[in-house]
């Protein structure tokens, strides 16, 4: 369903250019159906791909950025999500934090007319509420970076408005577009804007609105929904599916066109015949791992993460690693999606999981299933004397394939059904081995030592 509404008007002192003027804050919102790509809303401009904001440099003034935030440049980037929960194409604060501030830097004084931000997520972190300001930069103390707890209009910043897409929708789902405008003339003329952004709820982490897209035109914008360009298109994402035609697994390389060829002749071949093994060699009662996930190559730093069904892989360590490490991280990755830990963490009771074993699994199967011919894992003598059971990653692979050999070659299974079902603890290694996990952790050390020579 699609609605709109026109908030209270602000009579505010825009700028020195302008005086006082009459500003209006237009609210739509699609939900169900109606929330599509093209965010094409009744009275709200679809997002633009030619306003100022283009050229505009972002930062973030106060809070954190998520994790799986597709950064700042999704803000400017014209290129809006193509579904309603798809963290890569948004920005949003830090799980856990109440919000933060975002300076926009036009790079030189601007006649701004019209802002507009968008949203889309199917909960609480659709709504928006924000405040804005705008500023020349020119004012005798201007502070370019008011932290939070400090009122910008003390450091320079004009109040512009204020939004609050709630006070109607409450904080529904779904995909908003906010439009801001004065009606006798400009917003004002202004080189930066600072967006004061808060959580739209506190009774969980996830609060944070998903930001979509921030427009600031600088002409008055006469063509209604229509106007304003249309959102750039995305390459359609290369999509495989496994041979039972169970599993589906998407490739998003639309930010890295480069890495086509290498997405979808090396990595995809590997995803489609590994992904069903390593579910096969995970189960657990009552369990069903993921029938599609995502892989997105993007920028950033690292190598790869994952968060539920989304894997985002970091271009620059790709490059260098794609005839090399660059699949077998993957595969890692995708031991991840297939772990699902993230369940038992919602249930009353849940044990935590330790980090250092559910890494250590994954690397177990990359090292050991994947590519054992690689020896991946194995430790060398210069290591023997610092090397842990509990270090995770390929330590802890090479534990769990020892300790595998000598007791238990369902061992990683079990272990794995244990923390899906949040009842992992240390007694498990006693309850399956005779040995608590110390002296299991001995027994492996002074096994390297000895198949080392030592």
């Not at 400090?150 to 789902?173: E, F």
């Not at 739209?200 to 998903?210: K, P, R, S, V």
């Not at 603890?425 to 001995?442: E, N, P, R, V």
Request: aromatic share 10%.
């Amino acid at each position: 369903m699609q609605r709109s509404l026109a908030l209270a008007c602000l009579a505010l002192t825009v700028g020195a250019t302008v005086g006082v003027g009459e500003v209006t804050v237009l609210i739509d919102h699609n939900e169900g159906n109606e929330a599509t790509a093209n965010f094409h809303f009744s009275r709200v401009p679809r997002p633009a791909t030619n306003d100022a904001a283009a050229g505009a440099r972002f930062q973030i003034v106060t809070g954190e950025e998520d994790s799986n935030s597709g950064g700042l440049e999704a803000l400017n980037d014209g290129r809006t999500p193509d579904e309603e929960d798809q963290p890569d194409r948004n920005f949003f604060f830090a799980a856990g934090t109440r919000g933060g501030r975002i300076q926009l830097d036009l790079k030189k004084t601007t006649p701004i007319w019209e802002i507009h931000t968008y949203s889309w997520h199917p909960g609480t972190r659709a709504a928006q509420v924000y405040t804005v300001y705008g500023a020349t930069g020119a004012g005798e103390g201007f502070n370019p970076e008011p932290r939070d707890g400090s009122d910008p209009a003390i450091h320079g910043w004009t109040l512009i408005a204020k939004v609050d897409t709630r006070s109607q929708y409450g904080d529904s789902g779904g995909q908003y577009g906010a439009s801001i405008r004065d009606m006798s003339g400009k917003l004002g003329d202004y080189r930066y804007l600072l967006f004061a952004c808060a959580a739209t709820e506190t009774a969980d982490d996830f609060g944070n609105t998903f930001y979509s897209e921030i427009d600031v035109l600088d002409h008055r914008d006469t063509g209604g929904s229509s106007s304003g360009g249309a959102s750039k298109p995305a390459a359609p994402p290369f999509v495989a599916r496994t041979p039972d035609g169970k599993y589906e697994i998407t490739i998003d390389y639309d930010r890295a066109p480069d890495m086509k060829d290498w997405a979808e002749t090396k990595l995809a071949p590997v995803l489609v015949q590994w992904y069903p093994k390593i579910v096969a060699l995970l189960p657990s009662d009552g369990y069903t791992a993921p029938q599609r996930f995502k892989v997105i190559i993007r920028p950033g730093r690292g190598v790869a993460d994952t968060a539920g069904t989304r894997v985002n892989a970091y271009v620059p360590w790709l490059r260098r690693e794609a005839g090399g490490q660059s699949v077998g991280a993957l595969v890692h990755e995708m031991v991840h999606v297939v772990q699902q830990y993230g369940q038992a963490r919602r249930q009353a009771g849940a044990q935590h999981n330790p980090g250092w074993l559910v890494e250590g699994m994954a690397d177990y199967v990359r090292w050991y299933d994947y590519e054992p011919q690689s020896h991946g894992a194995d430790i060398s003598p210069r290591n023997l004397e610092r090397v842990r059971y509990n270090e995770g990653y390929r330590p802890t692979a090479n534990f769990l394939h020892w300790v595998s050999e000598k007791y238990d070659k369902d061992l990683v299974p079990q272990v794995n059904a244990a923390m899906r079902q949040g009842l992992y603890d240390d007694a498990f290694w006693t309850q399956h081995t005779g040995k608590s996990i110390q002296q299991l952790g001995d027994e492996w050390k002074a096994h390297l030592k000895e198949t080392n020579g030592k």
